[in-house]
């Protein structure tokens, strides 16, 4: 398709349409190879299956870290993989690439590039081209696609004209893109002609790479492709991890590597992200230190790439970390790191200028910043960003811990994302270098010491004012006034700052146990292994108090290890048990009396064997049964037998369309 704007007789004239197709064609191939081929040794396309189909809401915000990280482990769990032929291959008009930072777009879309100039790939393609946002930034006058290549590809193209001939484009760093509010608005007026030759872009076929946000609001603006794939870069598999490893990590120190792979469940769950895995291998590799136990929290692992990075890349010098924390200036020197990290952050600015910084640090050339943050030339002058925007919530977070008060934490809406991090900063395990980050302004120190984790969490918890609570499973009359109502995922939040912070049961934190009396647990599908880790961690805690367990639900029929864990642990000492699933424990049953049993399988056809293995001795120990079957089993006379010959105080059958309450109506009903 020709953009009319190209068509126009002023631009005939300025681009050449008679230059040949096949010489350009191979100038950008041969250009694409000499650039990626040595970075990217990878060629087939077949087997890459780091990427998976997925299909969500259109977001509302656009913040900067926000959820990321928490849909990132729930599609960890649940995520279809999806063949790289299907979505590279098979051509398509636009193709949607979203991801957290650091997990591999860019990666990908070179090697797309590597494969096109190898004919492995778009082989109805004529031209591709490459473009980057964050270099686009710099040309904010370029106003036609034509001239935007001819800025990027002038030695190859040479005022070429592509309109007359098959182009796809590849755009990565949606997010990065400074007009990007213009470019998803069509309404809002826009001065830079930059946003003009994007919005031509569109009308070529394209791959666009972004954050998960920013790809969730371009989908907005190009419905009119009817073969749009949207995908979602889940990062290495088990495979590409190893191999990595084999690699890049020297042989004396791969055994180590491999071992805090396999016993952090933080070290493992972020693996897939290239970023977390390449420094976690440089942090290991460096250390004299045995490291299968230093990844503990997602906390610990953002301080030691952060210290790892400062040490190596900022400072850059021989010596040891305590050392180089106890100088006043590199202390100095953080703290305005994570000043200028929160500031942006708040404000959901990824990119800024010099006179930007110096409003939040005023003696700004007296410290060396960058490292951190990554200078950008254009045309207009200077820009700025943080090399990583992992980085930059983790500043914004030590910010936070160190420089506000309780309230103010609790009171800004955008840091709630940052909460499980602050409460993580308070860990006091001599093990970490947490330490080296939670000391870092003097005027605050007496606030830092006597900080409890759950001031400043724990009051929001408890006073958290929630609308809609219909549903809530745990709404109970004697739930005092005082005390909102919560929904699950409120639950999770704290026990993941409760994980975080690796703390335990003291006398503060036990008044907010007390107070929101009705604590459960879920185990299902959409559970990520993370998640489980900081139940397990809660739980543990929960049980040892001699406190009892609310509720326990189960939704999964196969269990992982840690989830096994988990339901044995609730099972000790547990109000309600519900299973929605059948279940298989590998013979394990449990010894303690529950209040109430609800198995609810009436959508499951299951046999008499299974059922007396895995069920039964749940219902030996319970006093109330709630019990749906399926219409097609066929030992509902044992069901009879098993619950007569039992001491169960009440229970509610219901099969084939009838509810029992007591033995008399079910016998009758047998008997007929």
């Known amino acids: 398709m020709?953009?009319?704007?190209?068509?126009?007789?002023?631009?005939?004239?300025?681009?050449?349409?008679?230059?040949?197709?096949?010489?350009?064609?191979?100038?950008?191939?041969?250009?694409?190879l000499k650039l990626y081929e040595a970075q990217l040794p990878i060629k087939a396309p077949a087997n890459v299956d780091i990427i998976h189909k997925f299909f969500n809401t259109v977001c509302t915000q656009m913040d900067v870290c926000s959820i990321e990280r928490k849909e990132f482990f729930e599609k960890q769990v649940s995520y279809k993989p999806i063949p790289y032929s299907e979505i590279f291959v098979k051509e398509k008009s636009v193709v949607l690439i979203s991801g957290i930072a650091g997990i591999g777009k860019t990666w990908l879309l070179k090697k797309c590039l590597l494969d096109w100039s190898n004919n492995l790939i778009w082989k109805n393609v004529a031209l591709v081209f490459y473009l980057e946002c964050r270099r686009l930034n710099q040309h904010q006058n370029v106003s036609n696609v034509n001239e935007l290549i001819n800025v990027f590809y002038y030695d190859i193209i040479n005022n070429f004209n592509i309109s007359y001939h098959t182009a796809l484009f590849l755009i990565d760093g949606l997010d990065e893109f400074k007009y990007l509010n213009e470019l998803l608005n069509p309404s809002v007026s826009?001065?830079?002609?930059?946003?003009?030759?994007?919005?031509?872009?569109?009308?070529?076929?394209?791959?666009?790479?972004?954050?998960v946000n920013a790809i969730d609001q371009y989908q907005r603006i190009s419905k009119e492709h009817?073969?749009?794939?949207?995908?979602?870069?889940?990062?290495?598999?088990?495979?590409?991890?190893?191999?990595?490893?084999?690699?890049?990590?020297?042989?004396?120190?791969?055994?180590?590597?491999?071992?805090?792979l396999k016993e952090s469940p933080i070290a493992k769950a972020m693996a897939s992200v290239p970023f977390h895995l390449s420094y976690m291998c440089k942090i290991i590799s460096d250390s004299k230190n045995i490291y299968t136990s230093s990844?503990?929290?997602?906390?610990?692992?953002?301080?030691?790439?952060?210290?790892?990075?400062?040490?190596r890349q900022v400072i850059n010098n021989n010596k040891l970390l305590y050392e180089m924390m106890e100088e006043n200036f590199n202390k100095k020197s953080i703290l305005n790191i994570c000043k200028i990290a929160y500031e942006l952050?708040?404000?959901?600015?990824?990119?800024?200028?010099?006179?930007?910084?110096?409003?939040?640090?005023?003696?700004?050339?007296?410290?060396?910043?960058?490292?951190?943050?990554?200078?950008?030339e254009t045309d207009l002058g200077c820009h700025y960003q943080f090399v990583h925007l992992t980085m930059m919530e983790f500043c914004a977070s030590v910010y936070a811990y160190n420089c506000l008060s309780n309230n103010e934490i609790t009171a800004n809406e955008k840091l709630k994302s940052c909460l499980s991090i602050i409460c993580g900063l308070t860990n006091k395990s001599q093990n970490s270098l947490l330490r080296f980050l939670v000391?870092?302004?003097?005027?605050?120190?007496?606030?830092?010491?006597?900080?409890?984790?759950?001031?400043?969490?724990?009051?929001?918890?408890?006073?958290?004012?929630?609308?809609?609570?219909?549903?809530?499973k745990w709404?109970?009359?004697?739930?005092?006034?005082?005390?909102?109502?919560l929904r699950s995922d409120?639950?999770?939040?704290?026990?993941?700052?409760?994980?975080?912070?690796?703390?335990?049961?003291?006398?503060?934190?036990?008044l907010i146990i007390d107070k929101q009396k009705l604590w459960s647990i879920k185990i299902g599908d959409g559970k990520t292994s993370y998640e489980t880790s900081c139940d397990n961690y809660f739980i543990n805690h929960y049980i040892k108090s001699g406190r009892k367990l609310s509720s326990l639900s189960v939704f999964k029929d196969v269990l992982s290890d840690d989830e096994k864990k988990l339901l044995i642990q609730c099972s000790t000492f547990v109000h309600g048990v519900d299973f929605y699933r059948p279940i298989k424990l590998d013979r394990w049953t449990p010894k303690n009396k529950i209040h109430e049993l609800g198995i609810w399988i009436s959508d499951y056809l299951i046999t008499k064997k299974d059922f007396e293995e895995n069920f039964l001795p749940w219902i030996h120990l319970c006093e109330g049964l709630i019990l749906f079957l399926h219409n097609g089993i066929d030992f509902i006379e044992h069901v009879y037998e098993w619950i007569r010959c039992l001491n169960i105080k009440w229970f509610r059958i219901r099969y084939r369309g009838k509810d029992f309450y007591n033995l008399d109506e079910l016998k009758i009903f047998i008997t007929l």
């Open 2 to 32: 020709i953009p009319d704007s190209l068509n126009s007789p002023e631009n005939c004239r300025r681009f050449d349409v008679k230059k040949d197709i096949l010489e350009v064609c191979r100038a950008l191939k041969k250009y694409y």
């Open 190 to 211: 826009c001065k830079y002609p930059i946003v003009n030759a994007l919005k031509e872009i569109q009308k070529y076929k394209h791959v666009v790479a972004g954050r």
């Open 226 to 260: 009817s073969d749009k794939l949207t995908i979602q870069i889940m990062g290495f598999n088990e495979n590409e991890i190893n191999n990595f490893v084999e690699s890049n990590v020297k042989e004396e120190k791969k055994k180590d590597v491999k071992a805090t």
């Open 295 to 311: 990844f503990s929290t997602i906390t610990d692992l953002y301080a030691n790439i952060f210290l790892y990075f400062l040490q």
């Open 345 to 376: 952050f708040v404000q959901n600015k990824v990119i800024f200028s010099k006179e930007e910084i110096k409003n939040f640090i005023s003696d700004f050339d007296k410290y060396n910043l960058f490292g951190f943050i990554e200078k950008i």
């Open 439 to 472: 000391n870092l302004n003097p005027l605050k120190r007496s606030f830092i010491e006597s900080l409890p984790w759950f001031s400043n969490f724990g009051n929001w918890f408890l006073n958290k004012k929630v609308v809609d609570c219909t549903k809530s």
């Open 475 to 485: 709404i109970l009359d004697h739930l005092s006034e005082s005390i909102s109502l």
């Open 490 to 510: 409120d639950y999770n939040l704290f026990y993941e700052c409760f994980y975080e912070s690796q703390s335990s049961f003291t006398d503060e934190i036990l």
